[in-house]
């Protein structure tokens, strides 16, 4: 790139979210990630596919200049031929082309991970083959260390006793799952299916299991994955406790539904028409998270105690007689799925309300 197509890309504005919705009307435009050496990302949703894309916008001086034609065809010569690739490291390309207002775009494979700097902290400034491979194909939504204060207000409606609040410090990042495991993910992994709504399909979320299979899913997750190379050394698959699923759902903010709508967000029992549903066809939370209110109760990791215990990086009792879960489900009223609600059980109990979702913490060190 000359200095003067530098200059040019300097000044370059990306379009809006607002001007780029008008100029790819089939795509939902919800965020934009970031600008760097070719371009602008957006985080968006294919309409009629219902699937989550990243859209990569080029500059206008890439494709002004003398060789225009001759550029825009290598432009799509090398993008049908990423279309064509099938590799788990390298991600998906749905669509390309020029907009109505003649930017070149490419449609690709959405794909969240924790962020980098805070990643390289955690292994000593150094990212291995093995750990790159995994963030680029890793289809889970991944945040740093941060705070958050569980429970709820005094005064919010629903409100009940062991909801006092807590300040929480999570001093390390995790990845976790942007939607509750499904009935396909855990069929692949474990072998069988023990849905009640088997009828649902495969991208419904698995339910009917106990606290120990969602477990023993998370470990063999964790065997396969590392025997694959895909999961990077020092992390593991295992359910959140209270403290990391309350942080991910709230998402920075302190609203029993983060400020959205319950109907906009969850299946509940007003809504859901008896049964639970595919995941992710309400709205995301703004972190980009699925189903955190409302569809299935999710098993967490905590035995289940009364007060929230606050502080750092809190996991529950060290023993007890119940396991927590979150989130409500299907068949509740919407005070149960509001973001400081706690539910608890018999971790031998499994019914057709409870699933879980995984998260990918570091493991424990002595």
Known sequence: MSATDKDDFTAW????????????????????????????VYQGRQIKLMRNVAIKILPESFSDADDHFQFVERFNLEAQSM?????????????FGE???????????????????????????????????SIAADPRSGFTSGDVVMGSPAKEKGRRPEEAQAPVELSRG??????????????AVIGSNPSYFKGLGPQAPVEQVTWGDAIAYCHAL??????????????????????????????GGDKPFGGQSADDISWHQDNSDGKPHVVAQKKANPWGLYDMHGNLWEWCLDWFQSEL??????????????????????????????????GRNDPQLKNSRIGFRVVIPPEKTP
């Open 13 to 40: 504005i990306p379009p809006t979210i607002e001007e780029l919705h008008a100029l790819l009307p089939q795509y939902e435009i919800s965020a934009m990630l970031g600008r760097g050496g070719m371009g602008a």
């Open 83 to 95: 279309a064509n690739l099938d590799h788990p490291a390298i991600l998906s390309v749905y669509d």
């Open 99 to 133: 907009t109505s207002g003649g930017q070149l775009y490419l449609v690709m494979e959405f794909i969240d991970g924790m962020e980098i700097e805070k990643y390289l902290h955690h292994h000593g400034g150094k990212l291995l083959p093995a750990h790159a491979i």
């Open 174 to 187: 995790f990845w976790i799952g942007s939607t509750e495991v499904t009935q396909g993910q855990y069929q």
């Open 222 to 251: 964790t065997r396969r994955e590392r025997d694959a190379g895909t999961l990077p050394k020092g992390w593991i698959y295992t359910l959140p406790t209270e403290a990391q699923w309350e942080y991910a759902c709230r998402a």
């Open 309 to 342: 215990p606050g502080g750092r990086d809190p996991s529950g009792p060290a023993q007890g007689e119940q396991r927590s879960y979150r989130g409500g489900c299907w068949f509740a009223k919407t005070d149960y799925l509001r973001a400081a609600s706690r």
